[in-house]
């Protein structure tokens, strides 16, 4: 029988705990250190050292081993304390003054709570504790191996910058930094997840964002009670107002220039440490459909590409529902020619419309899937010979026509091009809807099926902001814009559904 008792938690992980530096009369350095040989235990990761100064006072030092660079902790702590210790400057050094220069660190603090100083060590920092003093220090002597700046391989482009977010928090809030150097951006470092301590930050831009909305978004992350955040779909989950919408609440983006370009719109931005995805917020519709590259392309370009967007979401959800509409109830609305062809080219099929449609739709779900979690050298192969292998055989089985698979394949392409994976994923279960209805009323319920994917987007709100912005509520100076690709002197102003503080962000207009 194992002893649970051995096994129980060394510290309490909520909110509200905190254990100070002990005093001299409660045992001072000894008993500080040996509440951190308690929290270490048998992890072999964490390094704890002690050494004498020349004064006789001891000091100890806590990190984690791969997350610093310990010959440099080695070099510029230890010998920065005993330094200091020959100058008796130990006793009269707080936070700031030549501490820094001293121990060669920008990144300091004065910790007076023991356990938050041991958390801050837990996250890469080191944490420093000298005897005869009632608060400790930590150093910033991070050395975490993380991968370098590349090109993202989930949004190309083929005009404007090619670099991307990695998993590195500072090395992606110093990419922002590079883009927007006004000194009213502020980025604010939070911590969510009471065991994971996840760096979190929160950008927006003073005197631009609605301060109602970054009190909104501020207030949630408070309110957030979870014991680990690995990634910002996380997050973004904890932050939605309607869990059960099946429409994304917030957008996000791997690439520093559409980050920065969205929060000069009035948008805030939320990292994540260990996430190369960027969260956006509010999000619209007309957002999830955009990329930034149309800012860097000819305005009528990028206008007939936006357009082809919007003709493919429509695609993407309604071609497989009518066609069984079509096929199962309304077959006379075809022109004599192509009712004449299905009519042929179905004759051996012994599937229902509606079976055919979903057999070939799961197909290529799973399809999809396996080409994902494979290794990506035979993910895409497979996806594509897979694909070709399964609609040939499928038609020369005759278990589903010709015409059938030409639609499914417009279908994928379309939804494929839908900017916004999160929204792809959304119109795919949409579509699945659409069909069942269309299955049971034919066009009556391919219509119902509309209005009701309408309504379920007008309903949907983002952190206050409707997701149909600017087409409803209608915004005339928005709606043309949100549909094309107005030339850049006529989007002289921010979204005024956003509110900005500051909605001018081209030259000077009157009113």
Known sequence: MVNRQEYKAVMDISPEYDQPFFTEAEGGFDRSWEYCKTLKGKSADILMRMYTLSDGRRCGIVMVDGMVDKATVERSVVLASRRLAEQSGLNKFSEGDDLLQQFGSTEFSVQKSLSAAYISALTGDVMLIIEGLDYGYTFGYRKIQSRSVSESPNEGSVQGPHEAFTENLRTNTGLLRRRISDPNMVIEHLKVGSRSHTSVALCYIRGLTNPELYRAVKERIDAISIDIINDSGELAQL??????????????????????????????????????????????????????????????????????????????????????????????????????????????????????????????????????????????????????????????????????????SLSTLANLTIPSYAFASSMRLIKYMLILLSAVLGLLGL????????????????????????????????LWNGLLELPMKYRARRPRYLDPMDSIRMGKQNG
């Open 239 to 408: 932050l939605e107002e309607t869990p059960g919408n099946i429409f994304p609440q917030t957008d996000g983006s791997e690439r520093p220039d559409t980050v920065a370009s969205e929060l000069c719109s009035g948008r805030i931005a939320i990292i994540v440490n260990g996430s190369p995805h960027v969260l956006l917020l509010p999000t619209t519709l007309s957002r999830l459909m955009r990329v930034n590259e149309d800012d860097y392309q000819r305005w009528s370009y990028a206008a007939f590409i936006k357009v082809l967007r919007w003709a493919a979401l429509a695609l993407a959800a309604v071609a497989p529902a009518a066609y069984v509409a079509i096929i199962s109830y309304h077959p006379g609305l075809l022109p004599t020619d192509l009712l004449l062809i299905s009519a042929s080219n179905r004759a051996n099929v012994p599937f229902t419309a509606v079976f055919e449609v979903l057999i070939m739709e799961f197909s290529l779900e799973l399809l999809r899937e396996a080409g994902i979690r494979m290794p990506r050298s035979i993910g895409t192969s497979l996806s594509i010979v897979g694909g070709l292998i399964i609609g040939d055989a499928a038609i020369n089985a005759g278990l589903v026509s010709p015409l059938l698979i030409i639609i499914i």
């Open 447 to 478: 219509t119902a099926g509309i209005i009701i994917w309408t309504a379920m987007m007008v309903r949907t709100r983002s952190f206050g902001v409707d997701f149909t912005a600017p087409f409803s509520p209608l915004w005339r100076r928005g």
